[in-house]
């Protein structure tokens, strides 16, 4: 049986278009999750209103930098692509949790994950090899 699939070639233009948007996420992860480790006032109200106790922002906020280090290394960037999905359907769930209307800020983490897949997807072969590009 012929295979009608392949990898689709990657231009220069989409390999750095693929970095760009994963360096923007990395940079935003790390961002937030030091927020955590920080601990301001905003992030511990954020908590509270979520009904986690403060005691967890320092594993939550290191869990976060931990799965985000994990996705930009590129030997690994699979599985970090893989935990921030988690990560993130757990923000998602928070947020549902507590009553927030769908279109508010709900949908934030899962833009977040599309830049994640998609950066991914642009820039690393092994992910376009799982998921390839039908020729015509």
């Known amino acids: 049986m012929p295979r009608d699939t392949q990898t689709a070639p990657v231009s220069k233009k989409m390999?750095?278009?693929?970095?760009?948007?994963?360096?923007?996420?990395?940079?935003?992860?790390?961002?937030?999750?030091?927020?955590?480790?920080?601990?301001?006032?905003?992030?511990v109200e954020g908590f509270a209103h979520f009904g986690y106790p403060e005691r967890l922002i320092l594993i939550i906020g290191i869990v976060e930098i931990a799965c985000t280090v994990i996705y930009a290394i590129p030997?690994?960037?699979?599985?970090?692509?893989?935990?921030?999905?988690?990560?993130l359907g757990g923000a998602v769930a928070s947020q549902l949790r507590v009553?927030?209307?769908?279109?508010?800020?709900?949908?934030?983490?899962?833009?977040?994950?599309?830049?994640?897949?998609?950066?991914?997807?642009?820039?690393?072969?092994?992910?376009?090899?799982?998921?390839?590009?039908?020729?015509?």
Request: aromatic content about 10%; proline content about 5%; charged content about 10%.
């Open 15 to 43: 390999l750095w278009t693929g970095r760009i948007i994963s360096i923007l996420v990395v940079l935003f992860m790390l961002f937030t999750g030091t927020l955590k480790l920080i601990k301001p006032a905003g992030v």
């Open 75 to 87: 030997r690994t960037s699979i599985l970090g692509a893989i935990l921030l999905t988690g990560y």
């Open 99 to 136: 009553g927030l209307p769908l279109f508010s800020n709900v949908l934030a983490p899962v833009y977040i994950g599309v830049l994640i897949w998609g950066g991914l997807f642009l820039r690393d072969r092994r992910l376009r090899a799982l998921i390839p590009v039908r020729s015509s």
